[in-house]
């Protein structure tokens, strides 16, 4: 392992641990945003849904030309102006005081988010080499849970769910981690890849390849589902527990949940990852979808907190298998010169996650946090409708593979 550790690139490194402090100060503040808006500015669950949606509707625009900009342009560029501008907007909204603000700010979050995540993505597999490429992904994704952890302890202690300070951590930290990068990507700039801004795809040809791709769009349409399942966590059941008369203290009660979430992908990732590495890559996204549905109809019908932290556990498991392969089907599927493209197209699947919060929203005002089934029950039937596209991307897959196999073997 240490062998493998020592050969990751610098600035791999940068961006890890980058993520894990950005996370650690963006969830102390982004979970609590509907809590916030529920208690301080009275807003409805379904004014609080569309602000919290916003964002992720914001990145579905734009999350293409995200990973096709760094394509054509570069990574260094993309992910410098982002990273600085994401900055901004957390002190956007640390001085919000009015919901219009908040959702403008929202707005904001999402294009930065779409912008500099799948670009990240992409400079990660490009300064990669194969073999190390799933360790790679996953130490990120371990990174992102160890700031998650600590994050929505410390913000409920700094009383996120009723102040915006916390935002200013967050903005500051985000310009440190600006500087960083402006410094490794200085320091490494002989040793990055420049192929990308001489072979990049024109937008029309990217569309067309992506959007023909037989593979790619089933797993697009499949995985839409599993983020909308996924995006009832830090929505939909934020209020649920806020305004839930089965549990009380709710918003300290979400706080302890995040955390658990968190610890728990850092306990069985590895191991996760271990046993499932040797299976088609859709099978554990397969299985995730079905373990998500299925911690969402628990949620609906807890009525304690042992319940409910099954159902926690439960959901983390499925989170892993969806989101830790997702990154490895994706550069398994796209050819190198258009992995900014896959990784930024990829992005539409948060689709789910803008519906999410409206959907979530609706059914609280609709059936009210006392009818927790009438709630969850949809939600968790939604989800499952992922898996049957998935089948179909795995199928689908498994032939395109055993036909360019010989084509590999005769090269």
């Given at each position: 392992?240490?062998?493998?550790?020592?050969?990751?690139?610098?600035?791999?490194?940068?961006?890890?641990?980058?993520?894990?402090?950005?996370?650690?100060?963006?969830?102390?503040?982004?979970?609590?945003?509907?809590?916030?808006?529920?208690?301080?500015?009275?807003?409805?669950?379904?004014?609080?849904?569309?602000?919290?949606?916003?964002?992720?509707?914001?990145?579905?625009?734009?999350?293409?030309?995200?990973?096709?900009?760094?394509?054509?342009?570069?990574?260094?560029?993309?992910?410098?102006?982002?990273?600085?501008?994401?900055?901004?907007?957390?002190?956007?909204?640390?001085?919000?005081?009015?919901?219009?603000?908040?959702?403008?700010?929202?707005?904001?979050?999402?294009?930065?988010?779409?912008?500099?995540?799948?670009?990240?993505?992409?400079?990660?597999?490009?300064?990669?080499?194969?073999?190390?490429?799933?360790?790679?992904?996953?130490?990120?994704?371990?990174?992102?849970?160890?700031?998650?952890?600590?994050?929505?302890?410390?913000?409920?202690?700094?009383?996120?769910?009723?102040?915006?300070?916390?935002?200013?951590?967050?903005?500051?930290?985000?310009?440190?981690?600006?500087?960083?990068?402006?410094?490794?990507?200085?320091?490494?700039?002989?040793?990055?890849?420049?192929?990308?801004?001489?072979?990049?795809?024109?937008?029309?040809?990217?569309?067309?390849?992506?959007?023909?791709?037989?593979?790619?769009?089933?797993?697009?349409?499949?995985?839409?589902?599993?983020?909308?399942?996924?995006?009832?966590?830090?929505?939909?059941?934020?209020?649920?527990?806020?305004?839930?008369?089965?549990?009380?203290?709710?918003?300290?009660?979400?706080?302890?949940?995040?955390?658990?979430?968190?610890?728990?992908?850092?306990?069985?990732?590895?191991?996760?990852?271990?046993?499932?590495?040797?299976?088609?890559?859709?099978?554990?996204?397969?299985?995730?979808?079905?373990?998500?549905?299925?911690?969402?109809?628990?949620v609906g019908i807890a009525e304690g907190v042992l319940m409910m932290m099954m159902s926690v556990i439960l959901f983390t498991i499925g989170e892993v298998l969806l989101f830790t392969m997702m990154d490895m089907l994706i550069d398994r599927i796209a050819?190198?010169?258009?992995?900014?493209?896959?990784?930024?197209?990829?992005?539409?699947?948060?689709?789910?996650?803008?519906?999410?919060?409206?959907?979530?929203?609706?059914?609280?005002?609709?059936?009210?946090?006392?009818?927790?089934?009438?709630?969850?029950?949809?939600?968790?039937?939604?989800?499952?409708?992922?898996?049957?596209?998935?089948?179909?991307?795995?199928?689908?897959?498994?032939?395109?593979?055993?036909?360019?196999?010989?084509?590999?073997?005769?090269?």
């Amino acid at each position: 392992m240490k062998q493998y550790l020592r050969q990751i690139h610098p600035l791999a490194w940068t961006i890890i641990i980058g993520t894990m402090f950005g996370r650690l100060v963006t969830s102390m503040s982004i979970p609590f945003l509907s809590i916030y808006l529920t208690r301080v500015l009275d807003a409805t669950p379904t004014q609080t849904g569309i602000t919290v949606a916003v964002s992720s509707l914001a990145g579905v625009m734009v999350s293409f030309y995200g990973g096709y900009i760094s394509d054509r342009i570069g990574r260094k560029i993309v992910m410098l102006i982002s990273v600085f501008s994401w900055a901004g907007v957390f002190f956007i909204f640390s001085a919000a005081e009015h919901l219009w603000v908040f959702f403008v700010a929202n707005t904001l979050n999402g294009l930065c988010r779409a912008v500099f995540e799948p670009t990240s993505r992409a400079l990660l597999s490009d300064i990669t080499s194969p073999e190390n490429k799933l360790l790679v992904f996953n130490l990120r994704y371990a990174a992102i849970n160890l700031g998650v952890v600590f994050g929505p302890i410390i913000g409920f202690q700094l009383g996120s769910s009723e102040s915006t300070f916390p935002f200013v951590i967050s903005g500051l930290v985000y310009i440190a981690y600006g500087l960083v990068l402006f410094l490794q990507f200085k320091l490494q700039h002989a040793n990055l890849p420049e192929r990308h801004q001489a072979t990049a795809p024109r937008l029309r040809e990217a569309l067309m390849t992506t959007g023909r791709d037989r593979v790619f769009l089933p797993v697009l349409i499949g995985t839409t589902f599993c983020v909308l399942g996924y995006g009832h966590f830090s929505s939909t059941l934020a209020q649920y527990l806020a305004r839930s008369p089965i549990f009380e203290n709710g918003s300290q009660m979400f706080t302890y949940m995040l955390s658990l979430n968190a610890v728990t992908v850092l306990i069985i990732q590895y191991p996760l990852v271990r046993t499932f590495r040797n299976f088609p890559p859709l099978v554990p996204l397969i299985a995730g979808n079905l373990l998500v549905a299925t911690s969402l109809m628990m949620v609906g019908i807890a009525e304690g907190v042992l319940m409910m932290m099954m159902s926690v556990i439960l959901f983390t498991i499925g989170e892993v298998l969806l989101f830790t392969m997702m990154d490895m089907l994706i550069d398994r599927i796209a050819k190198p010169e258009w992995k900014g493209t896959y990784f930024g197209t990829i992005g539409f699947n948060n689709i789910g996650s803008v519906i999410a919060p409206v959907m979530g929203g609706l059914l609280l005002s609709q059936f009210g946090a006392e009818n927790g089934l009438a709630v969850f029950l949809p939600i968790a039937l939604t989800t499952a409708l992922g898996v049957p596209f998935l089948l179909i991307a795995h199928r689908r897959l498994v032939v395109r593979e055993k036909q360019t196999e010989p084509t590999s073997l005769s090269m």
